[in-house]
C-alpha cells in the first residue's frame, strides 16, 4: 500500500468511526493504513481504540498548551506531515479548524456530519434536525473547506426520523450509517479519486 493511502484521524469523542474504520482496515475492505492519531481531549475514547489497535502514533495534543487555534493546528499539522499521511480523516472532532490548516491540506481533509448538508451544519447536527421537524436526515461524507461543514460532498445517506425519536436514539441510527458510509467512501477515495467541478465531486473509474 502506497504512501498515498496513509490517513491520519482527528478524533475528540467516543471513536466509533475510527473503530469501524480500523475494523474495515482488518478485514481488508477499507484499503488505507491509519498512521495517526490525534485527539484534542485526552479522555475522548479514541485514543483507546486507536492504542489498542496498534496505531503506530496516538497523539493527545492538548489546545491549552498552545497561543492560539492557529498555533495549535500548526502542531497538528507537523504531526501529521511527520507522520507522512496523504489524507486527514476526520472522524467526531468538534474543534473549528483555522483557515491556515485547512489551506496547507486544502482538498486532503475529509469529514462526517451527522446531517444531510447543508441542512443542520454546526455543533448540534442531529438535535437541530429533530427541533426543526424534518422527517428525513442523515448523515454527510464531505470534504473540508473554510465554510464550516461546507466542503464538496462525497457522499450521503438518508435517515429516517420516527415520531418516538429522542436525539439519543436517531444519533444511534444516524451513526450506523455513518459506520457504513465512512469506510466505504475512504475506500471510493483512494481506489477511485474524484475530480471538483464547481461544488460537485465526480467519481473517476465508476
Ligand atoms: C459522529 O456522529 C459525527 O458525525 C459527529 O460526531 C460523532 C462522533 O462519533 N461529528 C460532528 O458532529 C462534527 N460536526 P464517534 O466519536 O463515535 O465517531
Known amino acids: 500500500m502506497g504512501a498515498g493511502n496513509n490517513i491520519a484521524v482527528m478524533a475528540s469523542g467516543k471513536g466509533s468511526n475510527l473503530q469501524v474504520i480500523l475494523e ?3 478485514t481488508g475492505t477499507c484499503p488505507v493504513h491509519v498512521r495517526l492519531v490525534i485527539s484534542d481531549r485526552a479522555e475522548a475514547g479514541a485514543l483507546d481504540i486507536a492504542r489498542h489497535a496498534g496505531v ?3 497523539l493527545h495534543l492538548n489546545p491549552k498548551d498552545h497561543a492560539d487555534r492557529t498555533a495549535f493546528d500548526t502542531a497538528c499539522g507537523d504531526a ?3 507522520a507522512g499521511c496523504s489524507w486527514i480523516v476526520l472522524a467526531g472532532y468538534m474543534r ?10 486544502a482538498g486532503r481533509i475529509i ?3 451527522p446531517s444531510l448538508l447543508p441542512a443542520f451544519a454546526g455543533a448540534d447536527g442531529v438535535g437541530d434536525a429533530l427541533d426543526y421537524g424534518v422527517r428525513i436526515t442523515g448523515c454527510t461524507v464531505h470534504l473540508v473547506d473554510e465554510v464550516l461543514d461546507g ?9 429516517p426520523v420516527l415520531d418516538d425519536d429522542t436525539r439519543d436514539s436517531l444519533h444511534a441510527r444516524i451513526q450506523a450509517e455513518e459506520h457504513r ?3 466505504a467512501t475512504l475506500k471510493r477515495m483512494v481506489e477511485c479519486g474524484f ?3 464547481g461544488r460537485r465531486v465526480i467519481w473517476k473509474n465508476t
Do not use: C
Request: no cysteine; hydrophobic share 55%; net charge neutral.
Open 151 to 159: 466542503g464538496p460532498i462525497l457522499a450521503q445517506a438518508a435517515v
Open 96 to 105: 473549528i479548524l483555522s483557515p491556515a490548516f485547512v489551506q496547507r491540506f
Open 56 to 58: 503506530p502514533d496516538v
Open 195 to 197: 475530480t471538483i467541478r
Open 24 to 26: 474495515a482496515i482488518q
Open 80 to 82: 501529521i506531515e511527520a
Open 181 to 183: 458510509l465512512y469506510p
Open 111 to 113: 469529514n462526517i456530519h
